[in-house]
């Protein structure tokens, strides 16, 4: 006797088949509640994003099923016109459906629609939603460290244009946020840039990473069928296709490479943005910032927040929030395709980037429009014997002495001008011999014109060298920052021109298997 196989369809309680949509195997769709909870948003959120990327990679992928013969050329053209008539329509084409569990089921299935399940049907042949998802997440990703790229290039530039303006510009410098040398308004902006050119460097190695083509490699052990790996991925400007078919869908750690790179794009203008925040505050008042970057208090009429500034100062912790996260959930997956390190892991990647791209352009409001109080800067670094190292400096190079005796008697000067009130420049040469008999015995004579030479904040920034403020170091500092600033444009050009170069021979390519099929016709 022969066992009966088939299965009553599953209904509802109200009577609604409830069969799977995208499978034969599976006899249920979908839980309601699971696909509430979890597909739906899943896919809303992602589907308006990922529809231009994956117009790209359904192109490409017909362009190169076309060229290894696994498509006839009027199977390729009606594909593409398809493809290329939702690109246009953009997502109101679409009304999308949780229990069909994906952004792809969903494109795929307004395919079908349009085309039937003959022809297309064969847009899926030799790939699966593994090697297409972590394409389209490689893409997304490249897309937004070109523009982080551009963005840091950017803030560069306004960097060495204000400390090129402000590097004469006399201010306290802080360690320990206390007063430590005088430097320059100037000299500190282009302090920050050297972090944003490192930030570029990490960029671009992430870049790289990122900038391999995972098409091609199925589930996770590539496919059966003749395809060509490497047409697909210069189609769609990728450097290569990745090796290895099982590393190809398993890993995104590139992409948790970009997130961290753009934590320290955020935290270095962070650090600026808290070091403007006192500066702006009236018991410092070194600094001016618009109008236009500020707000109001809705009860204290005389108040001016500087609200943007909290903001930049906060947006690091939105990416140190997603960073979490995206380890979190790919710390102990297995070396394969699976969803919590798949997907949960990039949840808060996406808009915590976006953000941060949408952000740089204030960074820069700021950075530009920020105004030095000179008058202020020069008084603040003249006090609080901020130059003191200079006058240790001055008894070691014109009195002989050693370097460590020199420290401890212009500290006992310190303690003696301030136990008697005294200003740096109300030291008199009296005090500067007692110090010297009481610390060491040594009998130590200054005039009150060298002690004032000594001590001028003015005097001290131009003393300083080895890549310090100084006139001189200054003007090799902010030439060799342009001089990389132009080399790492170049750099950036380069990348953005090999990506539309592919965006530019896909869409010849595109145009010429339709116009072709139209032809034969």
Not at 167 to 183: E, F, K, N, R, S
Not at 415 to 435: H, K, N, T, Y
Request: glycine residues 6%; negative net charge; contains cysteine.
């Amino acid at each position: 006797m022969v066992a009966d196989l088939r299965r009553p369809p599953v209904r509802s309680l109200d009577g609604v088949l409830m069969e799977s949509k995208v499978s034969g195997l599976l006899h249920e769709a979908l839980s309601s509640e699971a696909q509430a909870a979890i597909f739906l948003p899943w896919i809303e959120q992602a589907f308006g994003p990922s529809l231009p990327l994956l117009t790209q990679i359904n192109e490409a992928h017909v362009v190169m099923l076309h060229d290894t013969g696994l498509l006839t050329p009027e199977t390729a053209s009606q594909l593409l016109a398809v493809v290329d008539d939702l690109a246009v329509a953009g997502p109101a084409a679409f009304k999308l459906d949780g229990s069909l569990e994906d952004v792809y089921f969903n494109y795929e299935a307004e395919v079908i629609a349009r085309l039937g399940q003959d022809i297309g049907g064969r847009l899926h042949t030799a790939r699966s939603r593994n090697d297409l998802q972590s394409t389209l997440d490689r893409m997304r990703g490249r897309q937004l460290a070109l523009s982080l790229l551009g963005g840091t290039l950017t803030l560069r530039q306004s960097l060495i244009n204000q400390a090129s303006r402000y590097a004469d510009c006399v201010m306290p410098g802080y360690t320990h946020l206390q007063h430590a040398q005088p430097i320059t308004y100037g000299f500190y902006l282009s302090a920050v840039e050297r972090s944003l050119k490192r930030d570029f460097d990490r960029l671009t190695g992430a870049f790289r990473r990122i900038n391999e083509c995972p098409l091609g490699a199925g589930a996770m052990a590539g496919t059966t069928f003749p395809i060509d790996r490497q047409s697909v991925s210069a189609l769609l400007g990728f450097a290569a296709p990745v090796a290895h078919a099982l590393d190809a869908v398993a890993s995104k750690d590139p992409l948790l490479e970009l997130l961290s790179t753009a934590l320290f794009v955020a935290t270095t203008f962070g650090r600026l943005a808290q070091d403007f925040y006192l500066m702006s505050t009236f018991e410092f008042s070194t600094l001016e910032l618009p109008d236009s970057l500020a707000i109001t208090s809705s009860i204290m009429p005389q108040k001016k927040n500087q609200a943007v500034l909290e903001f930049l100062k906060g947006r690091q912790s939105h990416l140190l929030g997603a960073l979490v996260t995206g380890f979190a959930s790919f710390r102990a997956a297995p070396y394969s395709h699976v969803l919590d390190s798949n997907a949960d892991s990039l949840h808060w990647l996406w808009p915590a980037v976006d953000e941060l791209v949408q952000t740089i352009p204030v960074v820069d409001q700021v950075i530009n429009r920020a105004t030095p109080k000179p008058e202020r800067m020069l008084d603040l670094a003249g006090a609080n014997f901020s130059t003191a190292t200079d006058l240790a400096d001055y008894l070691v190079q014109h009195k002989g002495l050693p370097f460590k005796e020199a420290h401890r008697i212009t500290g006992r000067i310190v303690r003696l001008a301030i136990d008697a009130g005294l200003g740096v420049a109300d030291i008199p040469p009296e005090l500067v011999s007692r110090a010297a008999e009481e610390t060491t015995g040594r009998q130590l004579s200054l005039s009150k014109q060298e002690i004032t030479e000594a001590l001028d904040p003015r005097a001290a920034v131009a003393r300083r060298n080895g890549g310090g403020p100084s006139a001189g170091d200054m003007k090799a500092l902010l030439a060799q920052a342009e001089s990389q600033l132009a080399v790492d444009r170049e750099e950036q050009g380069k990348i953005r021109s090999s990506i539309e170069h592919a965006a530019n021979l896909l869409s010849a390519r595109v145009a010429e298997l339709r116009g072709a099929a139209g032809t034969a016709v």
